[in-house]
T-cell receptor, first 113, second 113 residues
Framework: DQQVKQNSPSLSVQEGRISILNCDYT??????FLWYKKYPAEGPTFLIS?????DKNEDGRFTVFLNKSAKHLSLHIVPSQPGDSAVYFC????????????FGTGTSLTVIP | ETGVTQTPRHLVMGMTNKKSLKCEQH?????MYWYKQSAKKPLELMFV???????ENNSVPSRFSPECPNSSHLFLHLHTLQPEDSALYLC????????????FGQGTRLTVV
């Protein structure tokens, strides 16, 4: 049973526009959420995170929004740049299994110059 | 460069071979992980070590055997693998029991022939 879902396997966006990547989860016990970015043949690199006590966290061009009632989070990238083209994974942790990350299947973002 | 180093980067092995994957971190983290990434699937947690003690084993077949001799090193010993075990194997580390991100290595691309 997959507890973190990314229902869009791919997304294409024009350079300069906003990219919105979505993630849904089922476990209401999750209290910390993360986004990772992955290039081919490399490991995932951490991008941004949010605690369940917040509904928004911003870092430069990247903003993560958390809607706890909907069990939904999203990553906004604005403006999108060609170098943002990668696979983006969302992940969540549960304090009851504090060391385990639950990952989604990823969304492949292509930013078109 | 995330501070987590995996060797080798690529490995081709026969089904009767024995090989080991190595992971090293000098970030002072106390939790280390092995993940498996297969095509079109979310990252699958295999093993978690917290302060050198194995705390998670997600029903991984015994042909995969982890070893954590100290908090900086993690090994994954492989023997009599199957072709379906071909995947990207990722090591990660984290300061456990805190809301912090995990740092991933570059991964080992394993091909079983």
């Amino acid at each position: 049973d997959q507890q973190v879902k990314q229902n869009s396997p791919s997304l294409s966006v024009q350079e300069g526009r906003i990219s919105i990547l979505n993630c849904d989860y089922t476990n209401s016990m999750f209290d910390y959420f993360l986004w990772y970015k992955k290039y081919p043949a490399e490991g995932p690199t951490f991008l941004i995170s949010i605690s369940s006590i917040k509904d928004k966290n911003e870092d430069g061009r990247f903003t993560v929004f958390l809607n706890k009632s909907a069990k939904h989070l999203s990553l906004h990238i604005v403006p999108s740049q060609p170098g943002d083209s990668a696979v983006y994974f969302c992940a969540a942790t549960n304090p009851n299994t504090g060391n385990q990350f639950y990952f989604g299947t990823g969304t492949s973002l292509t930013v078109i110059p | 460069e995330t501070g987590v180093t995996q060797t080798p980067r690529h490995l081709v092995m026969g089904m009767t071979n024995k090989k080991s994957l190595k992971c090293e971190q000098h970030l002072g983290h106390n939790a280390m992980y092995w993940y498996k990434q297969s095509a079109k699937k979310p990252l699958e947690l295999m093993f978690v070590y917290n302060f050198k003690e194995q705390t998670e084993n997600n029903s991984v077949p015994s042909r995969f055997s982890p070893e954590c001799p100290n908090s900086s090193h993690l090994f994954l010993h492989l023997h009599t693998l199957q072709p379906e075990d071909s995947a990207l194997y990722l090591c990660a580390s984290r300061q456990g029991h805190l809301n912090t991100e995990a740092f991933f290595g570059q991964g080992t691309r394993l091909t079983v022939v």
